[in-house]
């Protein structure tokens, strides 16, 4: 199973961006699916998760901002992010429960998101 992440980018403060995150292998299901980010120097945190059934969770600090859904059919999991701040700069990684013969947890490779002042 891999987790191929796309769509992080240079945005000005207040821009846009959309990152996708889609999974392809052996896929029986896939469970939970979310989008963590880790900015030079701290911890890596979580941005927002998505269930299967379409409930969704958020950092205090993207609520209404950003905002997580998902394709089951295509496996892909997506983040608008509007209203971009300095303090969204960071590695965006995507996460999934995926079952195939088994459950195991895969992340992407991360993709850099720079939000400029």
């Known amino acids: 199973v891999q987790l191929q992440a796309s769509g992080g980018g240079l945005v000005q403060a207040g821009g846009s961006l959309r990152l996708s995150c889609a999974a392809s292998?052996?896929?029986?299901?896939?469970?939970?699916m979310g989008w963590y980010r880790q900015a030079p120097g701290k911890q890596r945190e979580l941005v927002a998760r998505?269930?299967?059934?379409?409930?969704?969770t958020y950092a205090n600090s993207v609520k209404g901002r950003f905002t997580i859904s998902r394709d089951n059919a295509k496996n892909t999991v997506y983040l608008q992010m509007n209203s971009l701040k300095p303090e969204d700069t960071a590695v965006y990684y995507c996460?999934?429960?995926?079952?195939?013969?088994?459950?195991?947890?895969?992340w992407g490779q991360g993709t850099q998101v720079t939000v400029s002042s």
């Open positions: 996460n999934a429960g995926v079952i195939t013969t088994y459950f195991a947890d895969y």
């Open positions: 292998g052996s896929i029986s299901s896939i469970n939970g």
């Open positions: 998505i269930s299967r059934g379409g409930s969704s």
